[in-house]
T-cell receptor, first 116, second 113 residues
Framework: KQEVTQIPAALSVPEGENLVLNCSFT??????LQWFRQDPGKGLTSLLL?????REQTSGRLNASLDKSSGRSTLYIAASQPGDSATYLC???????????????FGSGTQLTVLP | SQTIHQWPATLVQPVGSPLSLECTVE??????LYWYRQAAGRGLQLLFY??????ISSEVPQNLSASRPQDRQFILSSKKLLLSDSGFYLC????????????FGAGSRLTVL
């Protein structure tokens, strides 16, 4: 059974700092990995999706990497801003499966606070 | 463009009362639809998913049920709520079987007293 872990559970940084959020997964047979952002009391917003054949994806100040063999992904946020404060979740989609097992397995998230 | 709506956004219900949360998707047809629950400090747990009208798959045994009466409508229900049903419920959709991105609604906060 796939398990997804995000450490730390919470992170606080001063504005302007570059930071890395970590995501690890136990089963490397994944189809893709997706990073989401969740603001308090809100739904999830998709940030980046990395296919299993890709090493990284970039969107603005965000860069997500994937090392499938080691079961790790990182989300790099450059020049952090107070507006980046939110919970960041990663989720993996399995490669070989059918039915319900094709659905995403989520980590519990890292709560990021960027201090002005 | 595709949009997803969930309501109500917030709900406070007594134990033993019924529940109905609704999710609708616009701008697409035959989406895969999902209900997730998010407990405080925990990841998302998949409750139900549906690949078509009337087709519901349940992930975990529980006090809840789901229905898909129309192509773009997904309903989460309970006949009698338990305290443990409190949580943040999220509906999501994926456009086609091969589509990658899962898109979420804004969520429904349920508090059972």
């Amino acid at each position: 059974k796939q398990e997804v872990t995000q450490i730390p559970a919470a992170l606080s940084v001063p504005e302007g700092e570059n930071l890395v959020l970590n995501c690890s997964f136990t089963d490397s047979a994944i189809y893709n990995l997706q990073w989401f952002r969740q603001d308090p009391g809100k739904g999830l917003t998709s940030l980046l999706l990395i296919q299993s054949s890709q090493r990284e994806q970039t969107s603005g100040r965000l860069n997500a990497s994937l090392d499938k063999s080691s079961g790790r992904s990182t989300l790099y946020i450059a020049a952090s801003q107070p507006g980046d404060s939110a919970t960041y979740l990663c989720a993996v989609r399995p490669f070989f499966s059918s039915g319900s097992a094709r659905q995403l397995t989520f980590g519990s998230g890292t709560q990021l606070t960027v201090l002005p | 463009s595709q949009t997803i709506h969930q309501w109500p956004a917030t709900l406070v219900q007594p134990v033993g009362s019924p529940l109905s949360l609704e999710c609708t998707v616009e701008g697409t047809s035959n989406p895969n639809l999902y209900w997730y629950r998010q407990a405080a400090g925990r990841g998302l747990q998949l409750l139900f998913y549906s690949v078509g009208i009337g087709q519901i798959s349940s992930e975990v045994p529980q006090n809840l049920s789901a229905s898909r009466p129309q192509d773009r409508q997904f309903i989460l229900s309970s006949k009698k709520l338990l305290l443990s049903d409190s949580g943040f419920y999220l509906c999501a959709w994926r456009g086609t079987p091969g589509a990658n991105v899962l898109t979420f609604g804004a969520g429904s906060r349920l508090t059972v007293l």
